[in-house]
């Protein structure tokens, strides 16, 4: 069985942390960072292994800069999604092999279980992808918050002054405004639960979608055709109403 989960949201809303905790309690678990996929300069490319991409950013990126004058690291055409969906069906095709290579052991009591986590800020914008999710998360924290923390950070490029105001936020809210009116159905999780909140509330949802998965795919147990007449089903149907009238109680 395998399993795609995305961990997307907003900057800084705490998906890198949340999935760090993931991939330690699932089995089998692999995953991708769409971070890895900025447009880099240099000898990375197309088809580059993420980890021997992501420190050639400088100083040569491809990131282009827009008409505000700030480099434009918040849409879409600057990340390589093509080759992040090249990494996805990789992983779909040989998840034995991808977790090997990716210094995963497979387990062998759960063998038949693989689970690949994507992480990333702009994980349900790409259409390729958005199908392929079998769980799709989305963290979000307030404004206030979200600049705060970001303020914070040290990224591989710092943030020139202004930058979370004049390109951050307006892209987040383009984004998640398209991929509302798009449909697409996510679970929103409030980022500012504590970290052990999230990953049990997420990590126990992971674990109902593997178990509905693996009853789903499970060979039915024998039972009457329903061609063998209604008596059997009406066993059941008067079991029904006593135990109902004692919930309610
Ligand atoms: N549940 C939480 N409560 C409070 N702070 C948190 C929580 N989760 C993460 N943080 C902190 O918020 C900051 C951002 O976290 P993290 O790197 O996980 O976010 P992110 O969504 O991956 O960000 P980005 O997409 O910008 O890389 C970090 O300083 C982290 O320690
Ligand atoms: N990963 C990086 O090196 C990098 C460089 C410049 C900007 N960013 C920011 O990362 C966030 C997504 O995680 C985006 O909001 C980018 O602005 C990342």
Redesign the pocket.
Known sequence: MKLIVGIG?M???????LTNSLLRALPNCCVIHQ?DFFKAGGEAGPGTEPEVQAPLFQPQDQIAVGEDGFKQWDVLESLDMEAMLDTVQAWLSSPQKFARAHGVSVQPEASDTHILLLEG?LLYSYKPLVDLYSRRYF?TVPYEECKW?RS??NYTVPDPPGLFDGHVWPMYQKYRQEMEANGVEVVYLD?M???EE?FREVLEDIQNSLLNRSQESAPSPARPARTQGPGRGCGHRTARPAASQQDSM
């Not at 900057?11 to 942390?17: A, H, I, R």
């Open positions: 949201g900057t800084n809303g705490g998906k890198t942390t971070d800020f963290l923390r914070t950070r980022g639960k504590s970290r999230l």
